[in-house]
Nanobody, 125 residues
Framework: QVQLVESGGGLVQAGGSLRLSCLVSRRRSSQYYMGWFRQAPGKEREFVAAITWSGGSTVYADSVKDRFTISRDNAKNTVYLEMNSLKPEDTAVYSC??????????????????WGQGTQVIVSS
């Protein structure tokens, strides 16, 4: 079982930066893919980025590629989402999620097994 707690959201002007954190509580032997998703008001939840827990491989949505960076610090059991050049359309609730390594990568939220409570990001124009 894994528990996730996000932090780091807030209000930022367009062009600014924020770093989100996701503290992961898990069994030591467990391996997970870690993902970030976001949901804007009135829209479906969408994939943002994912990373392997041990290997460091990453994958991004086209809309955030070259602006956002997902990373992890295993010593701190924390996954980060560094967001640069933020745009008003990045405004959303951002959630981290964990997926079992069984079945490989996924961009589909329904494939993820555990979720954090989410953190609000608001980008003003």
């Amino acid at each position: 079982q894994v528990q996730l707690v996000e932090s780091g959201g807030g209000l930022v002007q367009a062009g600014g930066s924020l770093r989100l954190s996701c503290l992961v509580s898990r069994r030591r032997s467990s391996q997970y893919y870690m993902g970030w998703f976001r949901q804007a008001p009135g829209k479906e939840r969408e994939f943002v980025a994912a990373i392997t827990w041990s290997g460091g491989s990453t994958v991004y949505a086209d809309s955030v590629k070259d602006r956002f960076t997902i990373s992890r610090d295993n010593a701190k059991n924390t996954v980060y989402l560094e967001m640069n050049s933020l745009k008003p359309e990045d405004t959303a609730v951002y959630s981290c999620a964990a997926k079992s390594v069984l079945g490989g990568w996924s961009r589909r939220s329904k494939d993820y097994d555990a979720w954090g409570q989410g953190t609000q990001v608001i980008v003003s124009s």
